[in-house]
T-cell receptor
């Protein structure tokens, strides 16, 4: 079974631009979560999508948004990029019958975003 | 807000020795506590988890203990091997999301 894939793996943008990251979950997984990882900060939860609906949302500004398609693939968008948005963005999928974090999450390798 | 504190931030042990990483959480309603291992260039991978109705769980060289009264849980790795070198994260549920510790870099010295 193929793992979680994320594209692109690396991205360089300048302040003020916007960016879209993509995540393909493991086949059969309907829950997709996004995290921001920065050195020394651990993983910060952005949002979770389940069956095309945002189920949970972390404490990030409205510049961060996402969506999920009928095939469970998910995209994350960041508008008006700031220097502080430089981070590794991780996507995780899980077989979660009703959404939520109570089941194993399978992570992709992440997208490394650098904002100049 | 609710948080998870993880200690130490770096742990260096001799190959074959044991390693212990500790986490404390603040939300008394937390009921699921996973541990993830992240190797360089990869996403985190679940190595063991524990739910609030259990005090201890073992899987070969790895064990997790949970003290709900004190609101802390620990990861124990015995007979450490070079492949155990990685960053380890603890997490705890807060409502419908996981709150993560800041991570522990485990270094196994030959």
């Amino acid at each position: 079974k193929a793992g979680v894939t994320q594209t692109p793996r690396y991205l360089i943008k300048t302040r003020g631009q916007q960016v879209t990251l993509s995540c393909s979950p493991i086949s059969g997984h309907r829950s997709v979560s996004w995290y921001q990882q920065t050195p020394g900060q651990g993983l910060q939860f952005l949002f979770e999508y389940f069956s095309e609906t945002q189920r949970n949302k972390g404490n990030f500004p409205g510049r961060f948004s996402g969506r999920q398609f009928s095939n469970s693939r998910s995209e994350m968008n960041v508008s008006t990029l700031e220097l502080g948005d430089s981070a590794l963005y991780l996507c995780a999928s899980s077989f979660s019958p009703s959404g939520g974090p109570l089941n194993e999450q399978f992570f992709g390798p992440g997208t490394r975003l650098t904002v100049l | 807000g609710e948080n998870v504190e993880q200690h130490p931030s770096t742990l260096s042990v001799q190959e074959g020795d044991s390693a212990v990483i500790k986490c404390t959480y603040s939300d008394s309603a937390s009921n699921y506590f996973p541990w993830y291992k992240q190797e360089l260039g990869k996403g985190p991978q679940l190595i063991i988890d524990i739910r609030s109705n259990v005090g201890e769980k073992k899987d070969q060289r790895i064990a997790v203990t949970l003290n709900k009264t004190a609101k802390h849980f620990s990861l124990h790795i015995t007979e450490t091997q070079p492949e155990d070198s990685a960053v380890y994260f603890c997490a705890a549920t807060v409502g419908h999301q996981l709150i993560w510790g800041a991570g522990t870099k485990l270094i196994i010295k030959p």
